[in-house]
């Protein structure tokens, strides 16, 4: 069964750092690009960024809201997908997802997606 | 500016088909790929139901279709059952920017 599992929210106060993992298992995690997306309190999802396999270098991508500040990192021994977290703001609070990521011939796609991790970004 | 823009929600009763549309308003038309719709229940993540614009996954109802037409995708669900009640949202990898975008989502009521 393919399965992801997220660990390492929390609170965390404005200007700090919070790191995120993504424990992935039941696929050749080595194999897939891997993505990050949130979902603020009531609001709908947004995508933060992916990283791609090693085969294509593991390159990042990421969204304006976040470039600059976050870092997704993978360890393919591991299976875990990293989301470093810099100078957190009261507007990065949300439940974040991790997902596999397919590259398809006309589209991407994500899917399955983990169960959530919440993130407080508060004083 | 990319975007996808979907009603804020729909409704339907038991047994009849709805349609939740996506439209693309951007100037950056063509440089979208085909859409993925997700479905995501009340404090749950979200689920992969179509891909490619019209591909279901293993496992996925085929009470669930896609298709599109000209600048709008479109997500039909025929049937309506009770557990169809969810929150919907259309998604895109736009080339020309090496982003993805997601629609605002559509709040579907079975009523």
């Known amino acids: 069964e393919v399965q992801l599992v997220e660990s390492g929210g929390g609170l965390v106060q404005p200007g700090r750092s919070l790191r995120l993992s993504c424990t992935a298992s039941?696929?050749?995690?080595?194999?897939?690009?891997m993505g990050w997306f949130r979902q603020a309190p009531g609001k709908g999802l947004e995508w933060v960024g992916f990283?791609?396999?090693?085969?294509?270098?593991?390159?990042?991508e990421y969204a304006a809201s976040v470039k600059g500040r976050f870092t997704i990192s993978r360890d393919d021994s591991k299976t875990i997908v990293y989301l470093q977290m810099n100078s957190l703001k009261t507007e990065d609070t949300a439940v974040y997802y991790c997902?596999?990521?397919?590259?398809?011939?006309?589209?991407?796609?994500?899917?399955?997606w983990g169960q959530g991790n919440l993130v407080t970004v508060s004083s | 500016q990319s975007a996808l823009t979907q009603p804020a929600s729909v409704s339907g009763s038991p047994g009849q088909s709805i349609t939740i549309s996506c439209t693309e308003t951007?100037?950056?038309?063509?440089?979208?790929?085909?859409v993925s719709w997700y479905q995501q229940h009340p404090g749950k993540a979200p689920k992969l139901m179509i891909y490619?614009?019209?591909k279901r996954p293993s496992g996925v109802s085929n009470r669930f279709s896609g298709s599109k037409s000209g600048n709008t995708a479109s997500l039909t669900i025929s049937g309506l059952q009770a557990e169809d009640e969810a929150d919907y949202y259309c998604?895109?990898?736009?080339?020309?920017?090496?982003?993805?975008?997601f629609g605002g989502g559509t709040n579907l009521t079975v009523l």
């Open positions: 039941g696929f050749p995690f080595g194999d897939y690009a």
């Open positions: 998604c895109s990898y736009v080339g020309s920017s090496a982003s993805v975008v």
């Open positions: 990283i791609r396999s090693k085969a294509y270098g593991g390159a990042t």
């Open positions: 951007s100037s950056d038309v063509g440089s979208y790929n085909l």
């Open positions: 997902s596999r990521v397919v590259f398809g011939d006309y589209g991407r796609w994500f899917d399955p």
């Open positions: 490619e614009g019209s």
